[in-house]
């Protein structure tokens, strides 16, 4: 069970907008640790999408965008496309396990 | 651009040792700008960070790992290593080399494909 709690699956239609939510606690995003975001297409290797809470590494289209609020933060995707149906992770930093961790993972589905 | 490569057995019997390298190009392992880690991701499960390495030797590690784990750097093959020793069933996974770059938290870019490797006797 992660520190960093993902719904495990969220649908989304072609041009929606979907956001999926990591949860923490007051070891993790709330000590003011930074939140990552990690995309897994099927079969592939992660790729990072956010980096920091909001930045976007070069590439990244800006359809994907990044949030954080005291214990929780946020990954936002706009105009869904099908080539965005993946799994994605975020990931910090826990001061109790004294590790990096990683959420759970969500599924994103695009009807 | 970066590069990453994972290589070693795909099948380890249990209680014996487990122990993949990764091949870096398009960059030196001796910059100073970057850390190099391993990441490991059950079939179907969550990632796991284990640990990673800086190439003066400097090594962290995930302390529910630290006592069976040995991340090392060989800076004239422009390559690191992990090694996990006593592995079970529980080992078994997809496991990731990558780029980490320093930060608060760590983040990790790019990403080798992974190697899967199975513990079975």
């Known amino acids: 069970q992660s520190v960093l709690t993902q719904p495990p699956s969220v649908p989304g239609a072609p041009g929606q907008r979907v956001t999926i939510s990591c949860t923490g606690s007051?070891?993790?995003?709330?000590?003011?640790?930074?939140v990552h975001w990690y995309q897994q297409l099927p079969g592939a290797a992660p790729k990072l999408l956010i980096y920091g809470n909001s930045n976007r590494p070069s590439g990244v289209p800006d359809r994907f965008s990044g949030s954080k609020s005291g214990t929780s933060a946020s990954l936002a995707i706009t105009g869904l496309q099908a080539e965005d149906e993946a799994d994605y992770y975020c990931?910090?930093?826990?001061?109790?396990?004294?590790?990096?961790?990683f959420g759970g993972g969500t599924k994103l589905t695009v009807l | 651009q970066l590069q990453l490569q994972e290589s070693g057995p795909g099948l380890v019997k249990p209680s014996e040792t487990l122990s993949l390298t990764c091949t870096v190009s398009g960059g030196s392992i001796s910059s100073t700008s970057y850390y190099w880690g391993w990441i490991r991701q059950p079939p179907g499960k969550e990632l796991e960070w284990i640990g990673s390495?800086?190439?003066?030797?400097?090594?962290y590690y995930d302390p529910s790992l630290k006592s069976r784990v040995t991340i090392s750097v060989d800076t004239s093959k422009n390559q690191f290593s992990l090694k996990l020793s006593s592995v079970t069933a529980a080992d078994t996974a997809v496991y990731y080399c990558a780029t980490v770059y320093s930060s608060s938290p760590d983040w990790f870019d790019p990403w080798g494909q992974g190697t899967l490797v199975t513990v079975s006797s």
């Open positions: 007051s070891s993790n995003i709330g000590a003011d640790y930074d």
């Open positions: 390495i800086y190439y003066t030797g400097s090594t």
């Open positions: 990931q910090s930093y826990d001061s109790s396990l004294s590790g990096l961790v």
